[in-house]
């Protein structure tokens, strides 16, 4: 069995038939549309750099997102940072992340750091996905490189589906 090439084809196939599909068209009505009061969003401050919302502690019940944040979480958070991190210099972090502040430009980063991990990860041989995955991963520092990969499809799907959900209610809310 190919562990790597099951979990990368679980993720492509999501990716290319169910979450890229999704995104096409969307607008930044769309992406900064706030379906409820105290939404997480992606701020911009008069300096014009953008910050997400909630990057400490969530509270519980955790608050609605906004499609800017999720798809800004998923694309820096979930895939460009840890490919930095388990890849790279590790000099990519949240406080160094250029955050996009449009529709396209949050679109066009999601397919630029999926490729990223995409391409970091398939270069993984056997023992590199039985390694530990270290402490930037936190209470998770010990689990195999196999975990995280399975960890980033979740997230991926997990927000993709969110993304979907709210490009349909904003549908039908101004329709």
């Known amino acids: 069995m190919d562990w790597r ?3 990368l084809d679980q993720l ?3 990716w290319e038939h169910n979450l890229t599909p999704r995104l096409g068209g969307l ?3 769309e992406y900064f549309w706030e379906p ?3 939404c997480w969003s992606v701020r911009t401050a008069a300096d014009g ?3 997400l919302d909630g990057t400490r502690e969530t509270p519980e019940p955790p608050p609605v997102t906004t499609i800017a944040w999720r798809l800004t979480h998923v694309a820096f958070q ?3 940072i840890r490919t930095s991190t388990h890849f790279g210099d590790g000099s990519l972090t949240m406080a160094t992340a250029q955050l996009p502040v449009s529709a396209d430009a949050a679109v066009a980063a999601l397919r630029a750091h999926y490729q990223d991990w995409r391409d970091a990860v398939s270069g993984l041989d056997k023992a590199a996905l039985e390694r530990p995955i270290g402490e930037a991963e936190g209470p ?3 689990r195999p490189m196999a975990t995280l990969m399975l960890h980033v499809n979740r997230e991926v799907m ?3 589906a969110e993304v979907a959900l709210l490009r349909d209610l904003h549908r039908a809310h101004f329709s």
Request: proline content about 0%; charged content about 35%; hydrophobic content about 40%.
């Open 12 to 14: 492509d196939l999501y």
């Open 158 to 160: 997990h927000h993709g």
């Open 36 to 38: 409820v009061k105290d």
């Open 5 to 7: 090439a099951e979990v």
């Open 78 to 80: 979930v895939l460009a």
């Open 49 to 51: 750099r953008a910050t």
């Open 140 to 142: 998770w520092g010990d």
């Open 27 to 29: 607008t930044d009505d």
